[in-house]
Each structure stands twice: as C-alpha cells, then as structure tokens.
C-alpha cells in the first residue's frame, strides 16, 4: 500500500513511525511533514490546508489511504473531498468534525443526550456575556467556540479577569475567528484524563489512558500550551470509571452522532475530567491528540493498518487490539518563550544518542532537516518518549534522553508523569 498522511507535527510522526511498521505498507508519503518525519517517509511540499492539492496528489501517485490528522483539515472537509473522488480516507468526515470545530455544538449535543458535562452558555455578543459573568461564581471557564491551536481556554479567576478574557478573545481576537463566539461554563474540580478511542460510527474501542500536562511551567503554572508532555496509562483511570464511561459516555456520544446524521469515523479524543460527581467531558476532540499519539501508539501491538481499514469498512468489531503493559512518558522540548514569542533555526545535537535507548523514541514536532543535520522550526520542537516496566521507570528514561539532546534556548517541563 502506498499510505499519505496530512500534517507535520509529532502527532504525525508517531502515526507514520507506526505505519511504517506494517507489512501492508510499501511507501508512506506526509504532507508536508518535518525533519524526522523525512527519515522514513517522502515528505511532499503540501500544505495540511491544501485539500485540492492532497486530492490531485493522492490522484498522481496512486495513493491508497491518506490519513487526515490535523483538526483543521478535518473540519474543512477533507475528507469528504477525498471520498469523492473515490480515495479511501481515514478521519472523520466535516459534518461529524464539528464536533471538536464548535463546541457550542459539541455542548448542544451533550445536553440533548443527557451526556455529562459542565453547565454553560454560548454567546456572540461579548455585553451580554459580561453581563452574564457578574453574578457568578468563580473560578469560571471561558473557551473560544472555533478551532485555536489546543490553547483557546482560559480559567479565569475573577470577574476582572474573565471581563479581559471574554474582551481578548471577541474584541481582540486573540484567537482569531475561533473566538467570535464563546462558551462561558462552570469550573470543574477534579483530575483531568484522556482517553482516545477508535470508532466506525457503530463500534467504538477505546486506547489506553492518558494524562497531559497542558501549562507551560512545571507545577501547572504559566500559560496553556499545546502540550509540554504526556504520560500512560492514568493514575487514576480504573477499570470501573472505565466501564462508567463506555455506558454513559463514549457509546452515547457516538450514538448521539449517528442520531444526529452526522456519523463519526475515525478516532475521537474525550477530555475528561473526574468529579466527586463523577467522570464528566470537558472536551471532544476529532482526532489523535498530540502529544497523546506519542504515548499511545508505542504501546499499541496491533497493526494500525488494519485498525484503519476496519475503520474505513465499518468493520472495527472485527479487529482485536493488543497493548503494550508497559507505561509511557513523553517529554516535550520546546523553544524558550513558547507559547508566546520564541526564535527557529537552532542547531539540534544529541537525538541519535538518545535514540541508542531501544525503549526510547524521539518524535519530531518542530524540525527541519539540512545537509545532515536537525534545526529547530517550531515552539515544540521534540517529544522524547520512552517505555518503561513502571511509570516510574518510564520517566527516568524519558529524562535521561533528554538529557542527551542540545539546542539553544531549548525549555521542558521538569515533572512529566509525577503530578
């Protein structure tokens, strides 16, 4: 098979590093891919963005599958564009990525089908939205309605605050047309896991659990972030709050889809948050989550081709799904000043080092690579995974590779895997 898949990020590279896996596969394309990425697959010139380019190349090369794993092209109907033209594609189709595109929707939809989830509003007009906020308890939870990077929520810890976030984001378009539209909810106590599922739109199979670090700084200071590291399975993701969720969240919400018209095929990511009241959503997101993918797959034993095939066929209750037992931890190494302003094109030192390390892996988030050597091209630059008999383990190891990479400026969290 000749397998295209669409983005750049390290999400991408561990869905390629896994594709490249399989027997099936005989040539991997990405669109437009990174550094890492062009060890092992032909990375092509397309932006993630490019829907006709990705269908006139898949076209050209006679391209099997292409695998959409961005948010942004899955909510502009990639998909769909593909399908058309006859080329097998897996991701969800636009109608069914709304899901993560609005989450006005995704919060019309959970209350319509009794799913739970914090109480909100939604609203367009940022007077009656401050309005609304000077009666309220508070911490409080503002989010923009679009798409905006997996950064588009602030907490706000006051009324003044949440008055500068509502202003930020509608009259300063802080988060640029995302946050035309807002989604004021109540806070929620408790520990935030994600849980990634595989799902034809009939049949869903959640992977194992995971937790992100979010904040920017150790301790869960500083601002929110793509991402700064991951670890997995959850402390805290039983087998009992597991079977809670398949009954009154995961099913349901696929239900409600196929309900709705709109069904999902593909991987939906639900951000959870465990209350005293119980597991409840905080989000939906339509694909992989990055860093999430950089802990998950490596555990994953099962052949991602056919995961993806039987996605594709409807036919996903068919496939057995094999992990790993071991944990995993993914340190994020970032360019000093991410989220906010910070400097590309340092030179990187010491990954083939790191990778010496059987149970390590070095994803590429943000790289490009020259005349033999790695540079810095993004604000999250590296995720440094490694496998471990214990979580513990697992970090150490992580730690260690990080240890070996060099660049100038370079930032990561210190405490991935110990909160």
């Excluded at 006005?104 to 009794?114: D, T, V």
């Excluded at 696929?254 to 951000?271: L, P």
């Amino acid at each position: 098979m000749k397998i295209l898949v669409v983005g750049s990020g390290g999400r991408e590279h561990a869905i390629v590093w896994k594709l490249a896996q399989s027997p099936y596969v005989d040539e991997i394309f990405c669109a437009p891919g990174n550094g890492g990425i062009s060890a092992i697959a032909r990375c092509v010139p397309i932006k993630a963005m490019d829907i006709d380019g990705v269908v006139e190349f898949s076209k050209e090369t006679g391209v099997d599958m292409v695998v959409v794993a961005p948010d942004d092209p899955l909510a502009a109907g990639m998909v769909d564009a593909l399908e058309k033209e006859g080329i097998r594609a897996f991701g969800p189709r636009k109608d069914a990525a709304v899901i993560e595109s609005s989450k006005s929707f995704a919060k019309w939809l959970m209350k319509k089908y009794g799913i739970p989830t914090a109480e909100y509003q939604v609203f367009d007009d940022s007077g009656k939205a401050i309005e609304y906020l000077r009666n309220k308890e508070y911490p409080i939870v503002i989010k923009a309605d679009g798409l905006a990077l997996g950064k588009g929520v602030i907490i706000a810890k006051s009324f003044v605050e949440a008055c500068d976030a509502v202003n930020g984001m509608m009259q300063g378009k802080m988060f640029g047309s995302a946050g035309e539209r807002i989604v004021i909810e109540e806070f929620l106590e408790g520990t935030e896991v994600s849980v990634l599922a595989f799902t034809d739109g009939k049949t869903v199979v959640p992977m194992v659990s995971v937790q992100d670090h979010k904040r920017a700084y150790d301790n869960d200071e500083g601002p929110n972030t793509g991402g700064m590291g991951t670890f997995s399975p959850s402390k805290v993701y039983t087998d009992e709050i597991a079977r809670y969720c398949m009954k009154h969240i995961f099913m349901p919400t696929i239900n409600a889809m196929y309900e709705e018209g709109r069904i999902f095929k593909g991987v939906i990511y639900f951000g959870l948050i465990l209350t005293k009241d119980g597991p409840k959503v905080l989000e939906y997101n339509a694909r992989f989550g990055d860093p999430e993918a950089q802990v998950v797959l490596p555990r994953l034993k099962t052949d991602l081709v056919e995961i993806f095939n039987a996605v594709i066929d409807e036919r996903l209750e068919t496939v057995k799904m094999d992990w790993d037992d071991r944990a995993a931890v993914c340190v994020i190494m970032a360019s000093g000043g991410y989220p906010q302003e910070y400097r590309t094109g340092y030179l990187i030192s010491g990954i083939r080092e790191a990778e010496k390390d059987p149970d390590m892996i070095v994803f590429h988030a943000g790289t490009r690579f020259e005349n033999g050597e790695f540079y810095t091209a993004g604000g999250r630059v590296l995720g440094v995974t490694a496998l471990g008999d214990t979580l513990d383990d697992a970090i150490e190891k992580a730690y260690n590779g990080v240890e070996k990479i060099r660049f100038k400026d370079m930032y990561y969290r210190k405490d991935i895997g110990r909160k």
